[in-house]
């Protein structure tokens, strides 16, 4: 008889033994509680963002705003007297913030930061990263006085500038 052979008629046995030690109510380990209710595993709740402006992109115009933004690149349309022509924010889940800021001399700047934290930057401008989760985040824009200083960017979970 082939080794083959031999295999396939031993099978049957194999499953018919395992099956009946599965069925056995003899057991070391103590029986289940039945009083016990299963959680099923649903996502932490997690309060909703809402900013001062919502998603108004417009009221950033003077660099005093509070908006929410969610997974796509946002253009902000900031005044001509803090140097830049192109201004983009965009949150990428669960907790970064990319920035593209492209000034009037044609100098451009990207930056990253993860988790919460400040991109401030030499034209006048702080951008703070007040709350974020997988969903968006809520970013606060404020005016500041120019003190010719580099750029900077802080992230409680890191952050990044490329010039």
């Given amino acids: 008889m082939s080794h083959i052979t031999l295999v396939r008629r031993a099978f049957p046995l194999l499953v018919a033994v395992l099956a009946a030690a599965g ?9 289940a509680d039945k009083s016990a ?3 099923p595993l649903l996502p932490l709740p ?23 933004v969610r997974g796509r690149s946002t253009a ?4 001509q007297k803090f140097g830049i022509t192109t201004f983009l924010l965009t949150h990428v889940p669960p907790d970064k913030v990319t920035y ?7 100098e ?16 006048g401008l702080t951008v703070t990263v007040r709350k974020i989760d997988h969903t968006g985040a809520v970013v606060r824009f404020e ?7 580099k750029d900077r960017i802080t992230g409680s979970r890191g952050a990044a500038i490329y010039n």
């Fill in 46 to 68: 997690h309060p909703e963002l809402t900013g001062a402006d919502d998603a108004d992109v417009k009221a950033c115009k003077d660099a005093d705003c509070e908006i929410v």
């Fill in 23 to 31: 069925c056995s109510s003899s057991s070391d380990r103590p029986a």
């Fill in 76 to 79: 902000i349309p900031l005044d």
């Fill in 37 to 39: 209710t299963a959680t």
């Fill in 143 to 149: 005016p500041k006085a120019r003190d010719g200083d």
């Fill in 100 to 106: 593209v800021v492209i000034r009037t001399n044609g």
């Fill in 108 to 123: 451009s700047t990207q930056a990253f930061q993860r988790g919460t934290g400040r991109f401030s930057l030499d034209a």
